[in-house]
């Protein structure tokens, strides 16, 4: 399985903890996990021991069988949430197998919905997500560099700068960026 790196070691120990706490907390047997995200039994214990950090995929597909996104899943293993979080402090999520950067902008908030990333997607990249981590989630993508096609509900949407798609995601979506140009953008979940 290819890896991601989260900033420090221990937040990765404790996103480990906190997916294993996730799935013990709702009765499930790794095998119950496996056949509701379609990750591997093998992976989902390597996962859960710290044994190796997840693809940008795997933990949409594991946030998605627990019904969270993956900033909510971040909060929840982050120390000290504070109303303003600044630039230097926010947290960023890297997939260096699947070229793609996510930082969250947003303060952590346990009781509000809405949210704000920056991804970044390398040249020649993509990635695909088999299901909302929620069915309905409303999305508002705005593009700030760079080239990107988002595909949703089976439409490919090609997007450039100052570009905004909105959209509710019910079933599979991808995000790809041709090979001669990456993509910056921002994603506003509510």
Do not use: K
Not at 35 to 62: D, F, H, I, K, Y
Not at 135 to 149: F, N, T
């Amino acid at each position: 399985m290819e890896t991601a790196t989260l900033d420090d070691t221990s937040l990765d120990d404790r996103l480990a903890r906190r997916l294993r706490d996730l799935r013990v907390g709702r009765g499930w047997s790794l095998d119950d996990l496996a056949a509701r995200s379609g990750v591997s039994r093998a992976t989902l214990s390597r996962l859960e021991n710290g044994g190796v950090s997840p693809t940008a995929a795997v933990l949409g597909r594991v946030c998605a069988a627990h019904g969270l996104t993956l900033s909510r899943l971040l909060y929840s293993v982050e120390e000290d949430a504070e109303p303003v979080v600044r630039h230097g402090d926010q947290a960023e999520w890297t997939d260096t197998a699947a070229g793609f950067r996510r930082r969250v902008v947003s303060p952590p908030a346990g009781t509000l919905a809405g949210e704000v990333l920056e991804c970044r997607l390398d040249p020649g990249a993509r990635i695909d997500y088999d299901r909302p981590p929620r069915p309905g989630l409303e999305h508002h993508l705005v593009m700030a560099e760079g080239r990107l096609s988002v595909t949703v509900d089976g439409r490919a949407h090609d997007l450039a700068p100052g570009d905004c798609l909105r959209y509710r995601l019910f079933g599979p979506s991808a995000f790809a960026t041709p090979a001669d140009a990456g993509a910056r953008y921002f994603l506003f979940l509510v």
